[in-house]
């Protein structure tokens, strides 16, 4: 158990409809990552916040977007959602601002589109 | 094209059979490259990172080298438990993953 949870742990929604993942880091860490694994995109880096405020950005689409609350926590809102979306989402958290400090992963929630 | 090619796709070990893992890549500006474990329907597991071309570092039977354009994960003497997907990334301005490399190891 690495410490950090998500919620949910699965999701089915239909084409066109918006999501929300929820997130919250492993205790005293104050950055928040989020990736998408998919079987024929792999694992992509989406986004990374610290402590409140955007730290890097990756393949991330317009559809989508996050945010980290003050008391840390993350959510990743998806929007206008297709096929192609159907994924599994990880976040993870590390101590530092740097995305080179050891990242710890939570279970994951797997989004389905019908 | 920045990418990042790991091999083999899947390799299969038996026990105590050491061998190693590649990851290739093509970025200009490495800034990292990560190597990572990951189980079936888990989270990534952080292993290593490594900064710079001759760089290595070792975690139990594992041990990760870098050079300019490849790293390697060597896996001495393997168990059974070591089974899993290795993954790869760097960083540059980006981050880029591989696709891993799928590690079966028999009793």
């Known amino acids: 158990d690495s410490g950090v949870t998500q919620t949910p742990k699965h999701l089915i929604t239909a084409t066109g409809q918006r999501v929300t993942l929820r997130c919250s880091p492993r205790s005293g860490d104050l950055s928040v990552y989020w990736y998408q694994q998919s079987l024929d995109q792999g694992l992509q880096f989406l986004i990374q916040y610290y402590n409140g405020e955007e730290r890097a950005k990756g393949n991330i689409l317009e559809r989508f977007s996050a945010q980290q609350f003050p008391d840390l926590h993350s959510e990743l809102n998806l929007s206008s959602l297709e096929l192609g979306d159907s994924a599994l989402y990880f976040c993870?958290?590390?101590?530092?601002?740097?995305?080179?400090?050891?990242?710890?992963f939570g279970p994951g929630t797997r989004l389905t589109v019908l | 094209e920045d990418q990042v090619t790991q091999s083999p796709e899947a390799l299969r070990l038996q026990e105590g059979e050491s061998s190693s893992l590649n990851c290739s890549y093509t970025?200009?500006?490495?800034?990292?490259l990560f190597w990572y474990r990951q189980d079936p329907g888990k989270g990534p597991e952080f292993l290593f990172t490594l900064y710079s071309a001759g760089e290595e570092k070792e975690k139990e039977r594992l041990k990760a080298t870098l050079t300019k354009k490849e790293s390697f994960l060597h896996i001495t003497a393997p168990k059974p438990e070591d089974s899993a997907t290795y993954l790869c990334?760097?960083?540059?301005?980006?981050?880029?993953f591989g696709t891993g490399t799928s590690l079966t190891v028999i009793p």
């Open positions: 970025v200009s500006g490495l800034r990292g």
């Open positions: 993870a958290s590390s101590a530092g601002q740097t995305i080179y400090n050891e990242q710890f």
């Open positions: 990334a760097v960083f540059s301005y980006q981050f880029y």
